[in-house]
């Protein structure tokens, strides 16, 4: 690994010798000739590490000698980094116009240059040795240039979206020789020709995407012909030859085919037949050493080491392709030139995208863009890269024990389990070394200064409270990300991080701003914070981001800006961040004035900004709004791909969203645009003209509560004189409108009454369209009919004139949702006829639903439905008797239809049955049931005059038995034979006195008995060897729970609300895997709560435990004081208790602790006692209104006890809250 590591360090090093030199930095500080001495000893050595790599193998004193030369070069590297970290100090304090120094700092104008001449003498003197070692083992200069990785011509057919603009005329042209042609029999061949570079490559693909040319051809094809030698007969012999040695095993072919497709010379394929790899076979099915092999073909060492830095993840990781790339950049493994245009993260997207194509990533998954977000690496591909970064690379896990050799370690993950590790097992200057640091539950407070050379820094879990101001020590950091963590501040000192690229901050929420001299960080090109964040709700609470984020010109990545009424947090700060990309959402625009104010956001220069967002408070008063204006100077760059606006007030959306022109019409510049979002624009009236978007996706609109009418200048602005301005000319000949939609959402249109059909005029509409959903549209009486591909609708609270409207054509339906439908009797007489791949058929709340269809015999015809739902249909009186003939029926549901009065059988059906869910009032049980042989899931529920239920003695694959609310019910039956049964749950069952025999159920893992007042008995319990969960709650009769200490799987016990009980179960101590505990409402006539002694002697540590009171209760169980292992403990309903005893400080691990109904309790223990819960995150008061008033924030008595708690909440707070 060393030659490969050591090119890319040392390019890196040149980059920054030749930087200090073209900027006069040896001249100026008085070490110029040393700048020189490094330069020339840097190129001598590059000359000899291809010769030395070939013989390290063999001759370890080479091998040695590479060692040595990766040390001095990470020191070098890291002296480098100092300089360049001056300069980058010198321009902020230059901007900042800072001019008192202190003499004695890092930054003195004296003492920082004789410190760094003097480091660079000694790098030098190191070298010179490195130098004489050279003669002394040979080595040889060898020209080893590194390739260039060229971008792939290749083509395909999918469409760049931000590839072209304006082509529109020039594709139909194309497109209707295709299909115009009248001689059917002749072949035509229609050129396309013009100089490099004029998009002839686009136009075709935009041609054969096309929806005329997909509809008018039964077969497509995309062929490409490229410069690369064909495989002739010669190549196929030495292909065929190397898949023979993969041995059928497809992960090796997969990799070697990601290889060979980049090879083109016949020598090439012959070195790989004839590779000395080959000869070791054995290990991991010869897999191993062809990964190796393709690893060894990777063409730079700078992809090499890439691929080698992916074993810092654990196997089976998520990888996100961002982060990696900025991963890889903090490292210095993509170095860009001034002859090189891309950005480094252009740079590590390409080798991202290598990488994927060679098979050494795999499961790319995709955003709706169709752009790779994230990836995995396969297990034996995670094991070669883990082998080629032995000796950097280290992962340490659980117990972390004493000081571990890591002479050479430059990448280090740290995973603690128990949240306790402050300390690495490594030594001083291994911590020196490390350049990169994944800490997972691993708090070090101000330990992080030993990791003096860091470039890359990940802190994640909720252990991690408090960041040390000494962060702002860590000079080289590159990326700093931040997960998972209870940190409320990022301390200022992080602003003095010049070389910082990368700051991500994700679910961190008690993190409420960001720090404020962060316009310091010139360097800086991501701040990447997630939705999830609290940051993505500051505009609610008035919140604001640091000001003069407009000086960090380098940015690439904010995914949201709100703007204040300040100087420095303005929307002109926008503007200045020319390099932004990716996702930006702006918020609190009602603080923006005009249209020329907008306009200095710069949004429509802005090329690689591909999903926008515009929000306007929700909450700003009614007074004078000038949102049409602002909204007019916020035009996006033509190559936007999504498009939000939200809570906008004007009534008219802006000119660049409506305009057009009479040939191409509507939004003449946003051919790229994939989804549109239009939420809240309450003043709206019309929707604008979006039908002739050619690659619009998805389309979602929501709230618009003045919009009565959609008509037709929502598809296209057709002049009814035989000419449209959509997209393909005039006449329905040519004419499509939404031609890629595939999303549909209209959704809380309170006012919308007419949806209007689309005239025959207009062509084709919604030729992709799968996904319809109509959603509190409640006065909607009218919509169109034509759907021609919908697979899936959804329709929530609409009349059923519209409704009946919308399905009347339908043919394609996979699946159909109905809720609320009003006026809805039935489904139309055709609908299952019509759509015969209906898979899912759900209909919930219809108040006028009084059968599914008007005649039972068209049900046979809807052979592929596999699951029926019908819930809340309170006049559905009857299930058609045609029910089981629907073959592929796997799921029914059918509940809370209270009129129903029986089932049909379900004897046709029996075989594919796998789901059978049955609540309705009055229904008999269906016959057939005990053929189900497939049945997995049966419940029955709310059957008020069930008596008995049926043998089910013959469902072999029942998993889960679950019977509720079934008051007459007054026995169960045998439960043998049953070995799938895995979930057995009764509850408020009042008539049921016993329950059958469970020894024969060998796989039960949960037994829920629950509401069941006549219950005297439980079954015995000892040979259920699997039971993991034992639930037994409100069964007032039962004195007392068979011995459990056989139940060996136990791990969750509940006995609550049983108030003739009167101790705990016996055998608790002999559970080994016993972890949680509910508990409590035993019989009021106890002083005391029972002993809780026998868990203490318990072979496992409790770590939860609910204990519910009664309200003579005066104390907690002594017992607990013990159960040092808790993490979670809740205290409910202990009336006459006044204080919490200071012994629980002794519970150190408590995580979270609930307190409710506790109506007399006043004090918490005491100040010194709670400190002692140093890993308490959480602390929740409930219904206790003594104890909340004296913890009232700031005021209350309890107050100081409480305040360092992350996590507060109580019946005060939310009230404060919600106010």
């Known amino acids: 690994m060393a030659e490969f590591v050591l090119s890319v360090v040392a390019k890196g090093l040149m980059a920054k010798v030749m ?207 490229n410069e690369r030698i064909p495989v002739t007969p010669d190549l196929e012999d030495i292909g065929r030859k190397i898949a023979k040695r993969c041995g059928g095993n497809p992960l090796a072919a997969k990799v070697l085919g990601g290889m060979m497709r980049f090879k083109e010379d016949k020598s090439e394929w012959l070195a790989i037949q004839n590779s000395k790899t080959w000869d070791s076979m054995e290990d991991n099915n010869g897999v191993f050493p062809i990964l190796k092999l393709s690893f060894d073909h990777l063409p730079t060492p700078f992809l090499k080491q890439c691929f080698a830095y992916c074993s810092i993840f654990p196997k089976d990781f998520v990888i996100e392709k961002k982060l990696l790339v900025q991963l890889w950049m903090a490292e210095g493994f993509l170095q860009t030139s001034k002859r090189c245009f891309l950005e480094m993260e252009d740079i590590g997207n390409k080798y991202f995208d290598l990488l994927l194509a060679n098979s050494l990533f795999q499961d790319p998954e995709k955003d709706f863009c169709g752009d790779i977000t994230r990836c995995k690496m396969h297990d034996l591909v995670h094991d070669l890269a883990l082998s080629i970064s032995e000796g950097e690379t280290l992962h340490l896990e659980g117990n972390l024990g004493d000081d571990i050799d890591a002479s050479h370690i430059r990448r280090l993950s740290l995973k603690s389990n128990d949240h306790t590790t402050h300390a690495i097992p490594l030594s001083k200057d291994g911590m020196g070394r490390l350049r990169t640091i994944f800490l997972n539950c691993v708090d070090l407070g101000d330990k992080l200064l030993e990791f003096k050379c860091v470039r890359g820094l990940s802190l994640s879990g909720s252990c991690i409270k408090e960041l040390s101001n000494s962060i702002g020590k860590l000079r080289h950091l590159r990326l700093l990300r931040i997960e998972d963590t209870y940190i409320k501040l990022i301390p200022n000192s992080v602003t003095v991080l010049y070389n910082l690229q990368t700051l991500v901050i994700k679910n961190c929420r008690f993190l409420k701003e960001l720090p404020k001299d962060l316009r310091n960080l010139i360097n800086l090109r991501h701040i990447d914070i997630d939705n999830s964040n609290s940051f993505d709700f500051l505009h609610w609470y008035g919140m604001k981001l640091p000001i003069d984020l407009g000086r960090l010109t380098c940015l690439q990545t904010l995914p949201f800006f709100h703007i204040g009424q300040d100087v420095g947090g303005q929307i002109e700060e926008v503007g200045c961040l020319s390099q932004l990309r990716g996702e930006l959402r702006i918020h609190n625009l009602e603080h923006v004035k005009d249209k020329e104010e907008a306009k200095t956001a710069n949004l429509a220069v802005k090329s690689k900004v591909h999903k926008l967002g515009f929000y306007w408070s929700c909450y700003r008063g009614e007074g004078n709004s000038n949102d049409e204006d602002v909204m007019e100077g916020h035009q996006p760059h033509p190559n936007l791909k999504s498009l939000e606006i939200d809570n906008f007030n004007g009534e008219k959306f802006p000119s660049w969203l409506l305009g057009s022109d009479n040939i191409r019409g509507g939004l003449l510049l946003f051919d790229h645009l994939l989804e549109i979002r239009l939420n809240s624009c309450r003043k709206c009236e019309k929707i604008p003209t979006l039908g002739h978007l050619p690659s619009l996706k998805v389309l979602e609109i929501m709230r618009m509560v003045n919009v009565r009418c959609i008509g037709t200048e929502f598809y296209s602005s057709f002049d009814g004189e035989g000419s449209s301005n959509s997209r393909g000319g005039s006449g329905s000949g040519s004419t499509v409108l939404f031609p890629a939609l595939e999303t549909l959402v209209l959704e809380g249109m309170d006012n919308l009454v007419e949806w209007t059909e689309p005239t025959a005029e207009m062509g084709m509409i919604f030729p992709r369209l799968k996904k319809l959903k109509v959603w509190e549209c409640w006065k909607l009486t009218s919509a169109p009919r034509h759907f021609p591909s919908i697979k899936e609708l959804i329709i929530y609270e609409i009349r059923g004139l519209a409704f009946e409207k919308i399905i009347s054509e339908l043919t394609t339906l996979t699946s159909i949702q109905i809720q609320k439908v009003s006026e809805l009797a039935c489904l139309p007489q055709h609908f299952l006829q019509k759509n015969t791949s209906l898979m899912d058929l759900n209909i919930c709340y219809c108040a006028d639903l009084e059968s599914i269809l008007p005649h039972e015999h068209v049900w046979p015809i809807c052979t592929s439905l596999r699951s029926l739902s019908i819930h809340g249909c309170h006049k559905l009186s009857t299930l058609p008797d045609a029910l089981h003939n629907l073959h592929c029926l796997e799921d029914i549901e059918v509940y809370r239809c209270h009129n129903l009065r029986s089932f049909p059988s379900i004897q046709g059906i029996a075989s594919l049955l796998q789901h059978l869910r049955i609540c309705c009032g009055d229904v008999v049980l269906p016959t057939g049931l005990q053929s189900c042989m497939s049945l997995q899931y049966l419940i029955i529920c709310n059957c008020p005059h069930l008596i008995s239920i049926p043998d089910l003695r013959n469902l072999h694959s029942l998993i889960l038995l679950e019977i509720d609310s079934c008051p007459n019910l007054i026995s169960i039956p045998d439960l043998k034979d049953l070995p799938s049964l895995t979930r057995l749950e009764i509850r408020s069952c009042s008539k049921l006195k016993s329950i059958p025999d469970l020894k024969e159920l060998p796989s039960l893992t949960g037994l829920d008995i629950c509401d069941c007042s006549d219950l005297v008995l439980i079954p015995d319990l000892k040979e259920l060897s699997s039971l993991t969960q034992l639930r037994i709650s409100g069964c007032h009769n039962l004195i007392s729970i068979p011995d459990i ?39 009021q006539e106890l002083n005391s709560f029972p002993s809780l002694n026998s868990i203490r002697h318990s072979h496992a540590p409790l770590q939860r435990l609910h204990l519910y009171g009664w309200d003579s209760l005066n104390s907690l169980p002594e017992a607990i004081k013990y159960f040092t292992a808790l993490q979670i403990l809740e205290i409910s309903e202990f009336g006459e208790i006044i204080s919490l005893p200071d012994w629980l400080g002794n519970l150190s691990s408590i995580q979270e602790l609930y307190i409710y109904n506790c109506k007399n309790l006043m004090y918490l223990p005491k100040t010194q006692a709670m400190r002692r819960l140093i890993k308490l995150e959480q602390l929740s008061i409930f219904q206790c209104p003594k104890l909340e008033e004296r913890c009232a924030k700031g005021s209350g008595a309890e107050w100081s006890k409480i305040a360092h708690i992350p996590k507060f909440s109580s019946n005060t707070w939310m009230d404060h809250y919600n106010s």
Request: net charge positive; with cysteine.
């Open 19 to 225: 930087s200090l030199a073209s900027e006069h930095i040896g001249t100026a500080w008085g070490f110029k000739e040393e700048i020189g001495k490094l330069q020339v000893s840097l190129t001598k050595i590059q000359a000899v590490l291809h010769d030395a790599e070939k013989r390290q193998v063999s001759d370890e004193s080479v091998k040695i000698w590479l060692l040595e030369l990766k040390d001095i070069a990470y020191k070098a590297d890291n002296v480098l980094d100092k300089f360049g970290y001056e300069i980058l100090r010198q321009k902020v304090e230059t901007q900042n116009r800072k001019k008192v120094r202190n003499f004695f700092s890092p930054s003195n104008p004296i003492v920082f240059p004789f410190k760094m001449g003097s480091k660079i003498k000694n790098i030098n003197q190191l070298l010179d040795r490195i130098k004489t070692d050279v003669t002394l083992l040979g080595l040889r200069e060898s020209l080893n240039p590194i390739p260039k990785i060229g971008l792939d011509r290749e083509t395909d057919s999918f469409i760049d979206d931000s590839e072209v603009v304006g082509r529109g005329d020039d594709v139909l042209k194309i497109v209707n020789l295709l299909i115009g042609a009248n001689n059917q029999q002749v072949i035509s061949v229609i050129p396309i020709v013009g100089m490099a570079g004029l998009g002839k490559t686009t136009i075709a693909k935009l041609v054969y995407n096309h929806e005329l040319v997909k509809k008018h051809f039964d077969e497509k094809m995309w062929a490409f012909a």
């Open 1045 to 1083: 200490r056989q139940l060996r799987s136990l791990t969750q016990l509940g006995i609550r609300r049983c108030q003739n009980m009167r101790c705990v179960p016996d055998g608790l101590e002999c559970l080994t895997r016993f972890k949680c505990l509910w508990i409590g409402d035993f019989c």
